[in-house]
Each structure stands twice: as structure tokens, then as C-alpha cells.
């Protein structure tokens, strides 16, 4: 089991900026580098969806709500994973949760980070 250990969650108003942090403490660089990286959200009776996703080379996947507002990067040495937020809105509250992807059996995610988006 790969742990992922997120950070940045909060509450902001709507236009606010929030950067989510993820990292894999216990795995190796090399290892790291298998994974697919990702940020998924899910709000409560809804399916969990697809934020944003980059691979080890920094080729990038994005939700189209969120193209142009939000942008997902990586840092392999420090196993690091990072979602910047910006012109948040209600509807981004969600809970955010990183994910480490390397195949159908091979699939992780953190605890997940609340993100509330109101005035």
C-alpha cells in the first residue's frame, strides 16, 4: 500500500486560491515515477471524478471545469504532488483526494482534504 499524505485543504471565499499538497514519504524516487499522479474530488452522493492528473514526464489531464483555473504539477525528487487552485468557486467544495496510479491493481489515495468554497 502506497501511503499519500495530503495537505492544503481549508475554506476560502469564492475567487480565493488554495494549494493542495500530496506526498509518498515511504516510497522510493524511482518508484514514484511509475505513478500516474492525480487529484480526484467527490462531494457526498455523488460519484468520486477526476480533477486533474499528470505523468512522471509532466503530461497533464485536466476536468474541463476546472481548465484554466486549477493547475496540477510534480516534483519526482521530493515525491511530491501539487494542485493549485485558483478562482475557486462553491461548486469546487468538495473533499480532494491524491491518487497514485500504476494499473487496475495498483490504485492508492490519501485520506482525503476538505475544500469549502462560500461567503
Known amino acids: 500500500q502506497v501511503l499519500l499524505v495530503e495537505s492544503g485543504g481549508g475554506a476560502v471565499q469564492p475567487g480565493g486560491s488554495l494549494r493542495l499538497s500530496c506526498a509518498a514519504p515511504?516510497?522510493?524516487?524511482?518508484?514514484?515515477?511509475?505513478?500516474?499522479m492525480g487529484w480526484y474530488r467527490q462531494v457526498q452522493g455523488k460519484q468520486r471524478e477526476l480533477v486533474a492528473d499528470?505523468?512522471?514526464?509532466?503530461?497533464?489531464n485536466y476536468l474541463d471545469s476546472v481548465k484554466g483555473r486549477f493547475t496540477i504539477s510534480r516534483d519526482n525528487s521530493r515525491k511530491k504532488v501539487y494542485l493549485q487552485m485558483n478562482g475557486l468557486t462553491p461548486d469546487d467544495t468538495a473533499i480532494y483526494y491524491c491518487?497514485?496510479?500504476?494499473?487496475?491493481?495498483?490504485?492508492?489515495w490519501g485520506q482525503g482534504t476538505q475544500v469549502t468554497v462560500s461567503s
Open positions: 515511504r516510497l522510493i524516487t524511482s518508484t514514484f515515477s511509475r505513478y500516474v
Open positions: 499528470i505523468t512522471y514526464r509532466g503530461r497533464t
Open positions: 491518487s497514485a496510479f500504476g494499473g487496475p491493481d495498483d490504485h492508492h
